[in-house]
């Protein structure tokens, strides 16, 4: 054998898209702490007046809601460290959703047969995206609104079409 001949392993084709999708949190940590230190000073305010009242068992509410408050961010937060990964290069589409608990999940395309499909209202716009292919139908973009859909799915689309045209010859470069 010649090294003409020699196997060579195929070259890292350019992404033609990527994206990575994340839940919107608007408050972040400070955020947080600050919306917590309010709550807990007016829960506590508040539970001191019915403390010198004489209700004093209302004193322990309040701070069951503090708990509860604390409790229902602490689960928001937690859902926040969801993600999706969507990546076209001229030979396969990838979907990678990592749960918020951090189970991956990943599927492989060919761009050649994939069809994006669009769940819309005509009141609302875009509510789902969907990659079709083989049969199989699987949901992206859940954490986007229906403008960032509208945008995304153009971008989307224009990726597939020229991963369908296929790579472009260029002597130049």
Same mark, same amino acid.
């Given at each position: ?7 060579e392993p195929?070259? $890292?084709q =350019?992404? +033609?898209f *990527? $994206?990575?999708l994340t839940p919107?949190?608007s408050?972040?940590?400070t ?5 917590m230190?309010f709550?807990?000073?007016v829960?506590?305010? #508040?539970?001191?007046?019915f403390?010198l009242?004489?209700?004093? =068992?209302v004193?322990?509410?309040f ?9 229902a ?10 993600s999706?990964?969507?990546s &076209?290069? #001229?030979s396969? +589409?990838r ?5 918020h ?7 492989v395309?060919?761009p050649?047969? &994939?069809?994006l499909?669009q /769940? ?5 716009g875009?509510?789902? +995206?969907? +990659?079709? *292919?083989r049969?199989r139908?699987?949901?992206?973009a *859940?954490?986007?609104? =229906?403008?960032e /859909?509208?945008s995304?799915?153009?971008a989307?689309?224009?990726a597939?079409v $020229? $991963? /369908?045209?296929g %790579?472009?010859?260029? %002597?130049?470069?």
């Open positions: 054998m010649t090294a003409g001949n020699d196997f195929e070259a $890292a =350019p992404e +033609l *990527s $994206a990575l919107h949190r408050l972040n940590r955020g947080f702490l600050v919306l230190g709550v807990c000073t829960s506590f305010a #508040a539970g001191l007046a403390l009242m004489g209700a004093w =068992p004193l322990g509410f701070g069951l809601d503090v708990l509860a408050i604390y409790w961010f602490r689960i928001n937060f937690r859902h926040a460290r969801a999706e990964e969507i &076209v290069t #001229a396969e +589409l979907v990678r959703r990592i749960s608990r951090g189970h991956v999940v990943e599927w395309h060919n050649l047969w &994939v069809q499909d /769940k819309a209202d005509a009141e609302f875009i509510e789902k +995206l969907y +990659l079709l *292919s049969g139908r699987v949901s992206i *859940s954490f986007l609104g =229906p403008d /859909k509208a995304f799915a153009k989307l689309t224009a597939l $020229a $991963a /369908k045209r %790579p472009t010859y260029n %002597p130049i470069s």
